[in-house]
C-alpha cells in the first residue's frame, strides 16, 4: 500500500527566504505527482503536475521536482510571502490506480 | 460549471441521523472521486466514479457509506446512522477523464459535524 510522508509537519519562516518542502513515497511506481495548496477551510488548489517521466515542474515561484527511483519529490518556493501561508500537500496517483494518496501536509506561516 | 461545487458547505447533525452530500462536478467531467480528511490530516481517497458507475469504492470505511452518481453528473455521498468519529471534510473531485493525465479539480468540501 502506498504512503505518502510529508516533511516537515509544519514551518515558519521570515518573508523573503527561499524554503523547500519535502515529500518521500513508498511506492515509485506511479504514474504522476501533484502538489496542491490548502487555505484553512477551503478545497484544494493545484500547483503543480509531474508525470512519471519529467523530473521536474516550474510555476512562477514554485519549482517541483521528482525522483521517482528514491521516491522523493520536493516543491522549492522562493522568496516566500506572507501570501504563500498555506497548507501544502503532496499526492501521488499509482500505476494500478486512479486515485490519489496523500502526505499529511506540510503548514506554512511566512512572518512579514 | 465553472467549478466543483459542494452543497451543503457545513452541516451539522446529531450522532445516529442519515446524512446527504452533494457534488456537481465540472460540466463534461466523467470522472468523479470523493474523499475524507480530518483535521490536520492528508485527505483520504473513499470512492471514484467513471461515469455512472463506481471503478473503486475500496476507501469507503463501512455498510454506512455509500454514494450514488446515477446520470454521470451530479453525485451523493449518503451516510446512516452517523458516529461522531464520521466527522470531517468531505471533499469531491472530478477530473475529464480520468487524474492520470488531467489533473484533479477539488471543491471546497462539506464540513460534516456529528454532535
Known amino acids: 500500500k502506498q504512503e505518502v510522508t510529508q516533511i516537515p509537519a509544519a514551518l515558519s519562516v521570515p518573508e523573503g527566504e527561499n524554503l523547500v518542502l519535502n515529500c518521500s513515497f513508498t511506492d515509485s511506481a506511479i504514474y504522476n505527482l501533484q502538489w496542491f495548496r490548502q487555505d484553512p477551510g477551503k478545497g484544494l488548489t493545484s500547483l503543480l503536475l509531474?508525470?512519471?517521466?519529467?523530473r521536474e515542474q516550474t510555476s512562477g515561484r514554485l519549482n517541483a521536482s521528482l525522483d521517482k527511483s528514491s521516491g522523493r519529490s520536493t516543491l522549492y518556493i522562493a522568496a516566500s510571502q506572507p501570501g504563500d501561508s498555506a497548507t501544502y500537500l503532496c499526492a501521488v496517483v499509482g500505476n494500478a490506480g486512479n486515485m490519489l494518496t496523500f502526505g499529511g501536509g506540510t503548514r506554512l506561516m511566512v512572518k512579514p | 460549471g465553472a467549478g466543483v461545487s459542494q452543497t451543503p458547505s457545513n452541516k451539522v447533525t446529531e450522532k445516529g441521523k442519515y446524512v446527504e452530500l452533494r457534488c456537481d462536478p465540472i460540466?463534461?467531467?466523467?470522472?468523479l472521486y470523493w474523499y475524507r480528511q480530518s483535521l490536520g490530516q492528508g485527505p483520504e481517497f473513499l470512492i471514484y466514479?467513471?461515469?455512472?458507475?463506481?471503478?473503486?469504492d475500496s476507501g469507503l470505511p463501512n455498510d454506512r457509506f455509500f454514494a450514488v452518481r446515477p446520470e454521470g453528473s451530479v453525485s451523493t455521498l449518503k451516510i446512516q446512522r452517523t458516529e461522531r468519529g464520521d466527522s470531517a471534510v468531505y471533499l469531491c473531485?472530478?477530473?475529464?477523464?480520468?487524474?492520470?493525465?488531467?489533473?484533479?479539480?477539488f471543491g471546497s468540501g462539506t464540513r460534516l459535524t456529528v454532535v
Open positions: 466514479f467513471q461515469g455512472t458507475g463506481a471503478a473503486d
Open positions: 509531474i508525470q512519471s517521466s519529467q
Open positions: 460540466s463534461g467531467h466523467t470522472a
Open positions: 473531485a472530478s477530473s475529464p477523464h480520468g487524474g492520470g493525465t488531467d489533473g484533479y479539480t
